[in-house]
């Protein structure tokens, strides 16, 4: 099957879908210019996840910590949302059940109008309260290193799941929900090397779905998949629509 083709199928399957997932890492903000953690340039090629994305990281050294998420805070906050975020975007008002995963705590997707959204790790402008628990929105950039909590003056952390973090429970029941009743699955710009959105694939798989990948490079996902388009999510997703 050529790009067209595989194109082709996957609208087709769409078009007929009343309930969608949709599964997307960081690749999808790739073309808006936010760096990935795998690829070329990507973050963990260049900064060990285990100085800055942890909760014993955190506690070792929260300014350290503070000033990796500030920086990232500066990055992303000059950034704006690609084609494949609007036409994601555009894809949940055309399906009777749908659900948009992200795995990216950028903020992109609800930027370009997405609502049926599920935040897997988090949101980079979102902190939380290590002593209280008190969740805010804080948009400031930069922010002040070591923010406190506004009713306990306890010490905000960003409110993203870090490495060795469980999911919140809900948030993935929901997901499971979404991936055991739905007719189409989509993948976009995720290498498959975070549990449990690498377990998605196949679990959609065994219940029933056509699963279709969108990535520039090939994934551990890329075999087992019903079709897997190579290019990038900017330019593939609105060609579903
Ligand atoms: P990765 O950086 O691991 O993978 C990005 C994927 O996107 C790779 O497979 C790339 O080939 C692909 N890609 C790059 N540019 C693309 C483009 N323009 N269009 C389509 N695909 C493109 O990122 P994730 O899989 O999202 O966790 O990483 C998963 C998690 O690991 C992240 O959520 C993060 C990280 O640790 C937290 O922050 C908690």
Redesign the pocket.
Known sequence: MDQAEAIHSVKNRLAQARSVAVL?????S??SGVP????TD???RNFR?EDL?TPEAFARDPRLVWEWYNWRREVIATKHPTP?HLALAEMETRHERFLLIT???DGLHRAAGSRKLLE???NIWMVRCTACGAVEENRDVPMVLLPSCRSCRGLLRPH????GETLDEKRLDQCMGALASCEVLLI???????YP?ASFAPIAKAAGAFVAE????P?PQSQLVDVAIR??????IPQLL
């Open positions: 997307t890492g960081a690749g999808i790739a073309d990935t953690f795998r690829g990507g973050l963990w996840a994305a494949g795995q990216n705590v897997l790790h988090g993203i799941v870090w490495f976009v710009g995720t290498s498959g090397a975070v959105a969108l990535n520039l490079d994934t290019g990038r999510a900017g330019q593939l």
